[in-house]
């Protein structure tokens, strides 16, 4: 089934060749491409397939009040997680394009606000999936065992792990600035990195990745690999982290233009030193 309009891009998952993709939309489709790159490996151009329509559990097109879709990870045997905005949720499909089973979705879920739900989707060497809400007002830890919700803006965002058929919460994500998550991703080099932004309204967005060494119940060691200046780049809300042929590991960045005339679809791509 093809989907509406071509844009809206919240996620993009690069094949380890650097060459084939899948980019989600927040309007429940999904498409499928190929980058072509030059010499250099710095990609000179893009085809795609059509937008496809993800459907919920019965089979059937995903409700409009339900189809914010924000985040991607694919597993090495093609299974995809893709995670939502509103209500806040992860879905499991054998393949993209297929029926997917619904993970579960502890009450704590429930609290996070319609378009402030699942941003970051990110998948472990081991199979444990990781989601992050953009939601500014965060769980404490004490109050995840009640379903309360702390309003405290200023509190870290929790980081949730699917694993062993359920969800807990591993861990917190350390706030920095005014910087909100929006995308992660599994590096080659086994940390977690995260794709975050700012808004400035008229002046543009601001864009941040860091990563992190993941340990059983905390992160550290953080890095900071790229902080673009307000207005450099458009609306990056999707990242995909893999290695290239000469060994670097690349950052690919996809930008939501939110199907304004105003905004732009963008692939961004930065390649880390060292």
């Given at each position: 089934?093809?989907?509406?309009g ?16 899948t980019?989600?939309?927040?309007n ?15 990609v000179?151009?893009?085809t795609?397939?059509?937008m496809i329509l993800l459907t919920?559990p019965?089979?059937?097109?995903l409700?409009?009040?339900?189809n ?12 995809a997680?893709?995670s ?21 979705n ?47 803006g ?47 309204g008229?002046?543009?967005?601001g864009?941040r ?5 993941v340990?059983h119940?905390a992160l ?29 590991i ?10 304004l005339?105003?905004?732009?679809t ?7 030193g060292g």
């Amino acid at each position: 089934m093809v989907g509406g309009g071509f844009g809206g891009f919240s996620a993009i998952e690069v094949a380890p060749d650097g060459l084939a993709f899948t980019a989600v939309s927040d309007n429940g489709a999904f498409v499928r491409g190929r980058f072509r790159r030059d010499a250099d490996g710095r990609v000179a151009g893009i085809t795609t397939g059509p937008m496809i329509l993800l459907t919920d559990p019965r089979p059937v097109r995903l409700a409009k009040a339900r189809n914010d879709s924000e985040g991607l990870a694919i597993a090495p045997d093609g299974t995809a997680y893709v995670s939502f905005e509103g209500p806040a949720r992860v879905l499991r499909y054998s393949a993209l394009g297929a029926a997917p089973e619904s993970l579960p979705n502890p009450r704590e879920f429930l609290a996070y606000p319609h378009n402030a739900g699942f941003e970051a989707l990110a998948i472990d060497s081991n199979g444990a999936v990781y989601s992050i809400p953009e939601e500014l007002r965060v769980f404490r830890r004490p109050r995840l065992l009640t379903g309360q919700a702390s309003n405290a803006g200023g509190d870290d965002f929790p980081v949730w792990r699917f694993a062993g058929g359920k969800w807990s919460l591993a861990f917190t994500l350390p706030r920095q600035g005014g910087f909100l998550p929006v995308a992660a991703d599994f590096g080659p080099d086994g940390r977690l990195y995260v794709l975050e932004r700012t808004f400035h309204g008229i002046a543009g967005f601001g864009s941040r990745v860091r990563s992190f060494a993941v340990g059983h119940s905390a992160l550290d060691q953080p890095r900071t690999h790229l902080r673009s200046a307000v207005g450099m780049h458009d609306n990056l809300e999707g990242l995909s982290v893999w290695r290239d042929a000469a060994g670097m590991i690349r950052l690919t960045m996809i930008s939501d233009n939110n199907f304004l005339p105003i905004q732009r679809t963008e692939i961004v791509e930065y390649r880390l030193g060292g």
